[in-house]
């Protein structure tokens, strides 16, 4: 899925996988929500600022995070991240599920309400990857 994904972005996105993500949940002075998509994609610019920089990459620099499901995290990625990605307001999340045929749930922000999830769609085999162009023409755009 990194390579098929990494293929599919551009010059100003970047594909990491297992990177630990800010999502800012709470005050600045308290305990903050950390979590490590399976993948995300994050913009160029704020990878490179991280790296110089230090510390964990925000949820505001986040475009997209992927979860791919296993039998003990699926309660997890399907509810729980659900919530704080949207909460974090990373725009686009994808659920990946490899039980049987895979399928992928594509959500994205829709304002107060939350994700908006799109029916699983189903690939013959892994690893289901859609066009990415939804994604990458209205989010680095606007990261740029």
């Known amino acids: 899925m ?9 010059e100003y996105l970047k594909v990491l996988p297992g990177v630990d993500v800010d999502l800012r949940l709470v005050a600045s002075d308290r305990p903050g929500t950390v979590r490590a998509p399976d993948l995300i994609v994050v913009n160029c610019a704020s990878y490179e600022r991280t790296c110089t920089d230090g510390g964990l990459l925000p949820a ?3 475009v997209l995070a992927v979860e791919i499901l296993s039998p003990s995290s699926r309660r997890t990625d399907s509810t729980i991240k659900h919530d704080e990605y949207s909460d974090a ?7 990946v599920d490899i039980d ?13 309400f939350g994700y908006v999830d799109a029916p699983p ?23 740029r």
Do not use: K
Request: some cysteine.
């Open 2 to 10: 990194l390579i098929r994904l990494d293929a599919c972005s551009s």
């Open 121 to 143: 769609s189903r690939a013959p085999s892994p690893p289901l990857i859609p066009s990415p162009s939804h994604w990458i023409s209205t989010s680095w755009s606007d990261q």
């Open 60 to 62: 505001d620099d986040v």
């Open 100 to 112: 049987g045929r895979t399928t992928l749930t594509a959500c994205h922000l829709a304002g107060e």
């Open 89 to 95: 307001g990373i725009p686009h999340y994808w659920i």
